[in-house]
């Protein structure tokens, strides 16, 4: 039987989490708000800090101009703060437009590429007039985000040539506009692929068939057949590092594993039903990396479009704005051996440019794109205004990868943004767990005519938004991969909670063309211990994964948050690794203590029957849990035995 005093403890727990919002707060969740206007269009968008978005456009003609170091010209490049809502111009002098990105294992981001000087209507160009841009396609731009007003972008210098980059060390070894970049376990960079002078899709004439590594090394540009092999779309192929240290990149209809040391290259099978590379932009992600799932990775495909003329770097060459965008979602596990495409659940409707974002719930919030045509713009007559793409989606969709197969699209509850979000739109998960989405411009230069450049910034709230959130003590500034757990103190010991509680590491990476690079999602292991004498709930979670962690979540800073029956604390920036860059140590990761309930004296009278001291009714709840030394049966049996007391 519970004493009276054991029953009130258990409450408590419960008090506490039925505290409503502030009273007069407006509810939020599952809505679209206005939040600010950036000044720019945010074609590219990347969380820095725990308070800064850092938005860069490309070179056009924005309503917000900043004094730069070549010139007065039209603002290119913004910090976006999330509180304020305000916008601090920074100063970039190459042209960013389609350029990619990656943050570095020491908190660095380096943006690559972009395309050449241009000046009114996107009109290339090698003078200085209108815009005083310098050239992209060769330009490397590094960014050490900071929440005090003070970070400004590191560049190469340029001389007033504005086609040529003089900056040496800050230059790659040719031109890319679309590259892809990708994180490596030793927290550099790898820059693949990309096309010289820009168009619909690349061509074999103005292809780079290459990769280089950021800081340089001495291989250089290193040629990689595959992207030959896929054109006309390989232009921001879709690439993940695996846990085997390959990359498994996605270009054209073709897959592979690719080995960057010793250059081999393994054909996977075709993707079917459509494209999902630029320009048909499919939603893309890697599912949530867990125990559960040994950190085996597995890729979601969705939508795209399955045109098969894809014209060349003019445009489509036909009237692509009347094409319905593709409906259909796959999974793909490149680490499986014989792997396979394998259906998904369709999506609700076709879609093309839909981003995917990854929220602490594991759910992935759906947004952004048209459900006719493609990516790209350019002066035809079948564009609308100059948009290849038509028929806007103004409704996001939630996508659940642990539902049961048929349950994982939803839209119970949403409501649609009034702002339509097409070519050149983005959207990135902010701290507490809401989204912030803006963007759209399938313009060549800034316009207010259909479809507009869009300048405004909206965020989006999930489900949870105004539950009460987790509080918790003993965050750790590091996690390293392996070695001993850490303790977190939870605000809670309800059991049921604690028992449902997952710490969940969350990198939104850089956002542009409805590709999150980078983005990635990990669940620490974790167990717990609750003391009824001292009514504490401790959570023991394990540092990153010891075997092949690098190689599995990248080094460099990521959010973590601690996620109670689904409901994230506030997100709070780790360093994932040494914070530098280099081979990053690794050990075996330290066995977490079986989780336990240590009761109250009376209750724990019946524990001695059974020879232990407190320590009972123990949970293994993931497969790496320590037994403490007692034989599997012998916890069962006194599980079993325990559970009435315990739990009447
Ligand atoms: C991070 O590493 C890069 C490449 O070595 C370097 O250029 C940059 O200054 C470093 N950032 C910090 C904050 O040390
Ligand atoms: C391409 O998509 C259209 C529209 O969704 C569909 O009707 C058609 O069957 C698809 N074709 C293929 C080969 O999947
Ligand atoms: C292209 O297709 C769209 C959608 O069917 C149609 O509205 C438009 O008139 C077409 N444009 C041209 C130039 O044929
Ligand atoms: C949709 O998701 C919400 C929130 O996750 C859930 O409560 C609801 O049951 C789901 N609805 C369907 C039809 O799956
Ligand atoms: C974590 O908690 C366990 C049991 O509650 C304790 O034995 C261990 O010493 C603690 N570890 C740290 C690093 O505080
Ligand atoms: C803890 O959660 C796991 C997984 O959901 C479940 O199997 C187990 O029964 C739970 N234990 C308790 C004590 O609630
Ligand atoms: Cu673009």
Known sequence: MRSPISTLWALLPILAHTVAAAPGAAQKALTFEPAGDAGISAQMMFLGSKTKVYILDKTENNPTQINGKYGTHPAWAVEYDINTQQVRTMDVFSNTFCACGAVMANGTWAVFGGNQPVTTGGVATNQLAAYSDMTGGTAIRMLTPSDDGQSEYVQGEVTLDITKDTGGYLQMTGKRWYPTVETLPDGSLIVIGGDKNGGYVNTAGQDNPTYEFFPPNSQGAVHLQLLSDTLPINLYPLVWLMPSGQLFIQSGAKSYLYDYNSQQTTNLPDMPYAARVYPASAATAMLPLTPENNYDPTILFCGGSNVTQWGNDGGPGYNVTAMPADASCVRFAPNQPGAQYENDDWMMEGRSMGQFVILPDDTFFHVNGVAMGTAGYGDQKYSVGESFGQDPIYMPTIYNPNAPAGARWNRTGLSPSPNERMYHSTAVLLPDGSVLISGS??????????????????????????????????????????????????????????????????????????????????????????????????????????????????????????????????????????????TQPTAANQELPASTVIPLPNEASSSSTAGTTGSIDSHKNSGAVSLGGFAPAVLVTLGLALAPVLLM
């Open 441 to 582: 411009n399938p313009n060549a230069d800034f316009t207010n005519n259909q479809w507009r450049s869009r300048t405004d910034v909206e965020r989006w709230y999930p489900w949870y938004y105004d539950n009460t959130r987790p509080t918790y003590t003993g965050r750790p500034e590091s996690l390293s991969y392996g070695g001993n757990y850490f303790n977190l103190t939870l605000d809670t010991t309800d059991e049921t909670a604690v028992n449902n509680t997952k710490v969940v590491i969350l990198r939104g990476g850089f956002n542009t063309h409805a590709i999150a690079f980078g983005q990635r999602s990990l669940h620490l292991k974790t167990s717990y211990t609750i003391d009824r004498n001292s009514n504490t709930a401790t959570l023991h979670v394990s540092q990153m994964p010891g075997t092949n962690g690098p190689n599995i979540f990248q080094p460099g800073p990521a959010l973590i948050f601690v996620v109670q029956n689904g409901v994230p604390s506030e997100g709070e920036f780790v360093m994932i690794g040494t914070g530098e860059l280099g």
